[in-house]
């Protein structure tokens, strides 16, 4: 995890834009404003979300599985972890 806080502000940073993003759509639909641009907020959400998972995966998979003086099975167990996290994040 020491990866995560090295890099916490601007993840943080990242949650909140999206968090915003969020408060948006939804004002959107409570406002009932027009579809298109209700449609381009949701993506805009979306994308967020896929660019902190892009950058999420790559911090574990450099810290997890790629990092130097890992052992087999810590290499093993990173991996793993971070193909679960693809798997549930692409359905």
């Given at each position: 995890?020491?990866?995560?806080?090295?890099?916490?502000d601007?993840?943080?940073?990242?949650?909140?834009?999206?968090?915003?993003q969020v408060?948006?759509?939804?004002?959107?639909l409570e406002?009932?404003t027009?579809?298109?641009k209700?449609?381009?907020?949701?993506?805009?959400?979306r994308?967020?979300v896929?660019?902190l998972?892009?950058?999420?995966?790559?911090?574990?998979?450099?810290?997890h599985?790629?990092?130097?003086g890992?052992t087999?099975?810590?290499?093993?167990q990173?991996?793993?972890?971070v193909?679960?996290?693809?798997?549930?994040?692409?359905?």
């Amino acid at each position: 995890m020491a990866h995560l806080t090295q890099d916490k502000d601007a993840l943080l940073k990242r949650v909140r834009r999206i968090g915003g993003q969020v408060q948006a759509l939804e004002r959107a639909l409570e406002g009932e404003t027009d579809c298109a641009k209700t449609l381009h907020l949701a993506a805009a959400i979306r994308g967020a979300v896929h660019g902190l998972m892009d950058e999420l995966i790559e911090a574990h998979a450099r810290e997890h599985v790629a990092r130097p003086g890992l052992t087999d099975a810590e290499r093993s167990q990173g991996l793993e972890e971070v193909l679960e996290a693809i798997r549930r994040y692409a359905k």
